[in-house]
C-alpha cells in the first residue's frame, strides 16, 4: 500500500470509530485501584507487569502462546483477590472492562496495532519499545494518542535513570561547550545462523496470530521469544531493538526530541548474506547522521554502531563472524571519532569544543560529571523532567492525565531515525536526504516507499 494511501485510508477508519470507541479520559481517584493487563507475557512482558502489579490489580493477561499467559495467572494466584483472565487473542481482552492500562510487550511488528486499538478502546498504554517497526506506523501512533487523549508512555526506561538525566542536564547546560559529536554505541548481538528447519508448531501457540501482520513463514523456534529480534519480518534488528534506547538519550542531550536528521548514511553487514531462513538483520553497522544544532544550524553529527568489542550473549547465538579490517575500513570510513577506535563498551558519548561525557546503564564518565558535586548547575538551569522509576510514572500520570516521561511523539522521532538507518543500509549504504518536518527522503522514491511496510490481509493496522 502506498503511504498516502495508508494514511487516508487510516484517517477515514479513525473517523469511521471516533463516537463509539474513543473514550473519555477520566482521572482515577487516589484510592481507586488501577485494573491492568499484560499483551505479550514473555520475558520482558513478565518483568514489565512485576513491576505494575506495585500500583494497581492485575486483571488479564493475553499472550499468542497460551501457556505464557498461563504463566501469568499463576504467579498472581496467591498475590492478589482476583484471580487473572487469560486470552489467546488480545482483542477479546480488550473488551474487558475492568482493565483500565495495557502493558504491551509483544514482538515489534504487533507493537503498533496492539497499542492503537488499545487506546481506541479506552485503554491508556505502556508500550515497549521499539516504539513502532516503520515510520508510517508511528506518525499513525502519534494521531491516535492525540485523537483519543489517552497516556501513551514508551518503554525507554533510561528515561528515568539518574546517570542519564545528569549526562543530559550537563551536556544542553555547556558543560562540555558546543556540542560536536555524538557516538551512540550498541553491543555485538551475533545474528550468525541459519538455515533453520520448518518444525511442527508447538501446542497453545496460534502461529498465524504471532505472525500478525507479517509474511507468513513455517514456524521455526528461532523466529519466537528473545531472537525474534533478528529476523526483519518482525523487527528492525539491533539499529531499533537497543537503538531505540540510546538514540533516545542522544537525541536528549542534542535538544533534537521533536525534529531528526537531515542526512544519513549507514553501511552494515549482514552474516548470513540474505539465504533462506537464516537471520536476516545485520549484526555490525556504522551510520553517520548530520543534524543542525538548535539555535545556531551549525551541524552535530552522530555517530551510530556496533561495538566490535563489547560482545554480547544473547538468545543463546554464540557464535561471531570474524570482522575483517577491510570490512571494518568499508563500514567505518574515514571520517569518524577517533573515540570509536578507543571504545569497547556500550553507550552514549557527547563530544564538545570543551570536553566530553561518555554514560551507559553503569554510570556518568568525564570531567564535567566528576566536577559537579563541588560545581552544581545553578537553581535557574535548564532541567529534565523528574521521573526515578518509569513504570509509576506512568501510573502518575494515569491518574494526573499528564504527558509521561516517554512520550508517543518524542519516541516516534527517536526511533525513525533507527528506521532511516536501516533504511539506508538495506539500500546499500546510500546517502539519503531527510525532511524532518515533512518526514520523507527528498532525493529518493525507493527509500520512501521502505518507510511502510506491506501488511498481511486481515493483520491491517487502520
Same mark, same amino acid.
Not at 121 to 145: I, S, W
Not at 333 to 357: A, C, L, T, V
Not at 370 to 385: C, Q
Given at each position: #500500500?502506498?503511504?498516502?494511501?495508508? =494514511?487516508?485510508?487510516?484517517?477515514?477508519?479513525?473517523?469511521?470509530?471516533?463516537?463509539?470507541?474513543? !473514550?473519555?479520559?477520566?482521572?482515577?481517584?487516589?484510592?481507586?485501584?488501577?485494573?491492568?493487563?499484560?499483551?505479550?507475557?514473555?520475558?520482558?512482558?513478565?518483568?514489565?507487569?512485576?513491576?505494575?502489579?506495585?500500583?494497581?490489580?492485575?486483571?488479564?493477561?493475553?499472550?499468542?502462546? =497460551?501457556?505464557?499467559?498461563?504463566?501469568?495467572? *499463576?504467579?498472581?494466584?496467591?498475590?492478589?483477590?482476583?484471580?487473572?483472565?487469560?486470552?489467546?487473542?488480545?482483542? $477479546?481482552?480488550?473488551?474487558?472492562?475492568?482493565?483500565?492500562? !495495557?502493558?504491551?510487550?509483544?514482538?515489534?511488528?504487533?507493537?503498533?496495532?496492539?497499542?492503537?486499538?488499545?487506546?481506541?478502546?479506552? $485503554?491508556?498504554?505502556?508500550?515497549?519499545?521499539?516504539?513502532?517497526?516503520?515510520?508510517?506506523?508511528? *506518525?499513525?501512533?502519534? $494521531? !491516535? &494518542?492525540?485523537?483519543?487523549?489517552?497516556?501513551?508512555?514508551?518503554?525507554?526506561?533510561?528515561?528515568?535513570?539518574?546517570?542519564?538525566?545528569?549526562?543530559?542536564?550537563?551536556?544542553?547546560?555547556?558543560?562540555?561547550? $558546543? +556540542?560536536?559529536?555524538?557516538?551512540?554505541?550498541?553491543?555485538?548481538?551475533?545474528?550468525?545462523?541459519?538455515?533453520?528447519?520448518?518444525?511442527?508448531?508447538?501446542?497453545?501457540?496460534?502461529?498465524?496470530?504471532?505472525?500478525?501482520?507479517?509474511? !507468513?513463514?513455517?514456524?521455526?523456534?528461532?523466529?519466537?521469544?528473545?531472537?525474534?529480534?533478528?529476523?526483519?519480518?518482525?523487527?528492525?534488528?539491533?539499529?531499533?531493538?537497543?537503538?531505540?534506547?540510546?538514540?533516545?538519550?542522544?537525541?536528549?542531550?542534542?535538544?533534537?526530541?521533536?525534529?531528526?536528521?537531515?542526512?544519513?548514511?549507514?553501511?552494515?553487514?549482514?552474516?548470513?548474506?540474505?539465504?533462506?531462513?537464516?537471520?536476516?538483520?545485520?549484526?555490525?553497522?556504522?551510520?553517520? +547522521?548530520?543534524?543542525?544544532?538548535?539555535?545556531?544550524?551549525?551541524?552535530?553529527? =552522530?555517530?551510530?554502531?556496533?561495538?566490535?568489542?563489547?560482545?554480547?550473549?544473547?538468545?543463546?547465538?554464540?557464535?561471531?563472524?570474524?570482522?575483517?579490517?577491510?570490512?571494518?575500513?568499508? #563500514?567505518?570510513?574515514?571520517?569518524?571519532?577517533?573515540?570509536?577506535?578507543?571504545?569497547?563498551?556500550?553507550?552514549?558519548?557527547?563530544?564538545?569544543?570543551?570536553?566530553?561525557?561518555?554514560?551507559?546503564?553503569?554510570?556518568?564518565?568525564?570531567?564535567?560529571?566528576?566536577?559537579?558535586?563541588?560545581?552544581?548547575?545553578?537553581?535557574?538551569?535548564?532541567?529534565?523532567?523528574?521521573?526515578?522509576?518509569?513504570?509509576?510514572?506512568?501510573?502518575?500520570?494515569?491518574?494526573?492525565?499528564?504527558?509521561?516521561?516517554?512520550?508517543?511523539?518524542?519516541?516516534?522521532?527517536? &526511533?525513525?531515525?533507527?528506521?532511516?538507518?536501516?533504511?539506508? #543500509?538495506?539500500?546499500?549504504?546510500?546517502? +539519503? =536526504?531527510?525532511?524532518?518536518?515533512?518526514?520523507?527522503?527528498?532525493?529518493?522514491?525507493?527509500?520512501?516507499? #521502505?518507510?511502510?511496510?506491506?501488511?498481511?490481509?486481515?493483520?491491517?493496522?487502520?
Amino acid at each position: #500500500m502506498k503511504r498516502r494511501t495508508f =494514511l487516508k485510508s487510516a484517517a477515514a477508519v479513525s473517523a469511521a470509530f471516533h463516537a463509539p470507541l474513543f !473514550v473519555k479520559a477520566e482521572t482515577k481517584g487516589a484510592n481507586e485501584r488501577i485494573g491492568i493487563a499484560i499483551v505479550g507475557c514473555g520475558g520482558m512482558g513478565t518483568g514489565d507487569i512485576k513491576s505494575a502489579a506495585a500500583f494497581g490489580d492485575v486483571v488479564a493477561a493475553a499472550d499468542a502462546y =497460551l501457556p505464557h499467559a498461563e504463566r501469568t495467572k *499463576q504467579f498472581f494466584a496467591d498475590k492478589q483477590e482476583n484471580p487473572v483472565s487469560v486470552y489467546l487473542d488480545y482483542r $477479546k481482552l480488550l473488551e474487558n472492562k475492568d482493565v483500565d492500562a !495495557v502493558i504491551q510487550a509483544t514482538p515489534d511488528h504487533w507493537h503498533t496495532k496492539i497499542n492503537i486499538d488499545a487506546m481506541r478502546a479506552g $485503554k491508556d498504554v505502556y508500550g515497549e519499545k521499539p516504539f513502532t517497526l516503520t515510520v508510517t506506523e508511528g *506518525q499513525l501512533v502519534c $494521531k !491516535v &494518542v492525540k485523537d483519543t487523549r489517552r497516556v501513551f508512555q514508551t518503554g525507554t526506561q533510561q528515561r528515568s535513570g539518574k546517570e542519564f538525566q545528569t549526562a543530559v542536564e550537563l551536556v544542553r547546560n555547556g558543560r562540555i561547550g $558546543k +556540542l560536536k559529536d555524538v557516538i551512540v554505541a550498541l553491543p555485538w548481538c551475533s545474528m550468525l545462523g541459519g538455515p533453520f528447519p520448518a518444525q511442527p508448531v508447538p501446542q497453545g501457540l496460534d502461529w498465524d496470530l504471532y505472525q500478525g501482520q507479517a509474511p !507468513v513463514h513455517d514456524y521455526c523456534p528461532q523466529r519466537c521469544h528473545s531472537i525474534f529480534r533478528w529476523w526483519y519480518e518482525y523487527t528492525g534488528g539491533m539499529a531499533t531493538d537497543w537503538g531505540n534506547h540510546h538514540v533516545d538519550i542522544a537525541h536528549w542531550g542534542m535538544n533534537v526530541e521533536n525534529t531528526g536528521p537531515y542526512s544519513v548514511e549507514a553501511r552494515g553487514i549482514f552474516p548470513n548474506e540474505g539465504k533462506a531462513d537464516c537471520f536476516n538483520t545485520p549484526d555490525r553497522f556504522y551510520a553517520q +547522521l548530520k543534524y543542525r544544532s538548535p539555535g545556531d544550524e551549525s551541524d552535530i553529527t =552522530l555517530h551510530f554502531y556496533i561495538v566490535l568489542g563489547d560482545q554480547f550473549r544473547f538468545g543463546g547465538i554464540n557464535d561471531y563472524q570474524e570482522t575483517t579490517p577491510e570490512q571494518k575500513a568499508w #563500514m567505518w570510513g574515514k571520517d569518524y571519532p577517533s573515540e570509536m577506535d578507543e571504545n569497547k563498551r556500550n553507550g552514549i558519548m557527547f563530544i564538545g569544543d570543551n570536553g566530553r561525557i561518555f554514560i551507559n546503564r553503569g554510570n556518568v564518565y568525564g570531567k564535567a560529571a566528576e566536577e559537579l558535586k563541588e560545581n552544581p548547575l545553578p537553581s535557574d538551569a535548564w532541567r529534565v523532567r523528574p521521573s526515578n522509576n518509569h513504570m509509576k510514572n506512568f501510573f502518575d500520570c494515569i491518574r494526573s492525565r499528564e504527558v509521561p516521561v516517554s512520550p508517543a511523539d518524542i519516541e516516534h522521532r527517536t &526511533v525513525s531515525a533507527c528506521h532511516l538507518t536501516n533504511i539506508s #543500509m538495506r539500500l546499500g549504504g546510500r546517502k +539519503l =536526504l531527510w525532511d524532518a518536518d515533512k518526514e520523507q527522503f527528498t532525493n529518493d522514491a525507493e527509500a520512501n516507499s #521502505m518507510l511502510q511496510r506491506e501488511q498481511r490481509k486481515g493483520y491491517e493496522i487502520v
